[in-house]
């Protein structure tokens, strides 16, 4: 059942938003996926994703990750280009910066264009805060999607320069595999992250291939890794005149759907249990059980560096 919860005092309700909201349970850590549908306008997807990840943080969310391109889903690449930005500076960066640090979450930033090595491309890269604002880890998509069905065509490969390395960081939630939308397709980007706890996937998967198989290689993500999967996607019509499928999730190491948002603006929320991953695992330890491994994906894992004690002031 979708729970309507009122905006607070001089906070502005994105129409038709939505959260969902579970039990709080002991010993779980409370994670949240953004659903929207963003436009052309980066101020104004900043502004609609400032008032969700309040939502969220509202629902007692202490990791929330945003959808593919949650600040720009432009009518021609040109602007996105125009768009991006240098890694560390921006106004797009400042912006996820300023929320982790608020609110003092894990902020998961869906994925930002950053600059290419060419000037008419960019990087599709998706960049994780930690409760001080802080950078920690950054993944550059690598797979490109490309759809040709006759009246719907896509081809990624002319506006983004792929990433080349995979990546995992190291959080207060455990290990965080990082992915991008057509990402979900290759299950050996997956297998080749060492003991991930967490995958995610910011996704703007079209209506048509989304109807078709979104909740299916989620699910199967999810249960293949014994690992929780959280799917923030893109959900609705934009400008540009695309449609995209929504369905933003969040699954279970099982493969249990926790929650789930099929269209509109809204926040979905999960409780992720440790201890019942741990627990599956124990029960059925496929991942002690694979043959084949896979060596030639660059992985790079990024530890968390300890907060600095601050000196006692005389």
Request: some cysteine; charged content about 25%.
């Amino acid at each position: 059942m979708t729970t309507k919860k009122p905006a607070r005092p001089g906070v502005a309700r994105p129409k038709g938003a939505q959260v969902k909201k579970s039990a709080p349970q002991a010993g779980t850590v409370r994670v949240a996926a953004i659903q929207m549908a963003s436009g052309p306008s980066v101020p104004a997807n900043l502004a609609e994703a400032e008032q969700l990840i309040e939502l969220a943080v509202d629902a007692g969310a202490r990791l929330v990750v945003l959808p593919e391109f949650f600040c720009i889903m432009a009518m021609k690449d040109t602007y996105v280009v125009k768009a991006r930005e240098a890694e560390g500076h921006g106004p797009i960066q400042t912006f996820l910066s300023r929320m982790a640090k608020k609110h003092k979450i894990w902020l998961i930033g869906g994925s930002v264009p950053l600059e290419a090595s060419v000037a008419n491309k960019v990087r599709n890269s998706c960049l994780v805060y930690d409760e001080r604002g802080k950078l920690v880890a950054r993944y550059d998509k690598i797979h490109l999607f490309g759809l040709d069905l006759g009246n719907e065509r896509y081809q990624e490969a002319r506006l983004i320069e792929p990433g080349d390395t995979a990546v995992v960081v190291n959080s207060p939630f455990g290990r965080i595999g990082l992915s991008i939308c057509y990402d979900l397709r290759f299950p050996e980007l997956y297998r080749a992250m060492p003991d991930v706890d967490i995958i995610v996937v910011p996704s703007a998967f079209t209506a048509t291939t989304g109807r078709a198989h979104f909740e299916t290689l989620i699910r199967a993500r999810a249960i293949e890794n014994l690992a929780y999967v959280i799917a923030p996607a893109q959900g609705g019509y934009h400008l540009s005149g695309r449609e995209t499928h929504g369905d933003s999730m969040i699954v279970d190491p099982w493969g249990v759907v926790l929650d789930r948002l099929p269209r509109g603006s809204g926040v979905v929320i999960a409780n992720i249990n440790p201890a019942y991953q741990a627990s599956l695992r124990k029960s059925l330890p496929a991942l002690q059980h694979r043959f084949i491994q896979c060596q030639q994906i660059q992985v790079d894992v990024i530890e968390r560096r300890a907060v600095a004690k601050r000196e006692p002031t005389k």
